[in-house]
């Protein structure tokens, strides 16, 4: 049994790295999406996820920590190059409000369901602050695609008058 309890912690240890690694990711485009918007409000709401992003990487990293483990560098930085590379699409296409708000809806939906296995896993070792940790997390990723959901005609909207569109 004690063997099976290590993978278990083993596993565990791997789901926090994955979320690590992800805000990592979402900490990179989040700097992309503020850097693209002209949009007062919307730049200010994606400050504010950015500073909720801030956290879920340092309560990840703490526990990590508290659990003998350091990030794992060989899984942030796949997941940072991608955001560099996304960053440098976004300064070029067009039609990007509407784009960052579709690309920031799928990542919330991504967050969410890692939130929702790593809280699962940990529950099911007996980990109840990584639990928790999750469980804080994934609150305010619903709630940051909740507000991007409420906002589907602004994005729309302001993508129309970025390409010169009126309708």
């Not at 791997?14 to 002209?38: C, F, G, K």
């Not at 007996?126 to 507000?147: I, P």
């Not at 959901?149 to 993508?159: G, P, R, T, V, Y």
């Amino acid at each position: 049994m004690a063997r099976e309890d290590d993978r278990l912690q083993e596993k565990l240890l791997d789901y926090i790295e994955d979320a690590h690694a992800m805000e990592q990711n979402v900490l990179r485009m989040l700097d992309s999406m503020i850097s693209t918007t002209d949009d007062c409000e919307i730049a200010e709401m994606l400050r504010h996820h950015k500073e909720e992003t801030e956290q879920h990487e340092q309560r990840l990293s703490e526990r990590l920590e508290d659990l003998g483990r350091d990030p794992s560098v060989l899984k942030d930085a796949p997941m940072i190059v991608g955001a560099l590379a996304k960053s440098v699409a976004d300064r070029v296409r067009s039609d990007t409000v509407a784009k960052n708000a579709r690309d920031g809806f799928t990542t919330e939906h991504m967050e969410i369901a890692s939130y929702e296995l790593l809280e699962s896993l940990a529950k099911r070792v007996g980990d109840l602050e990584t639990a928790d940790v999750a469980r804080t997390n994934r609150a305010d990723e619903e709630a940051m695609a909740q507000k991007i959901a409420s906002n589907w005609d602004k994005f729309l909207e302001l993508s129309l008058a970025e390409e010169g569109i009126r309708a």
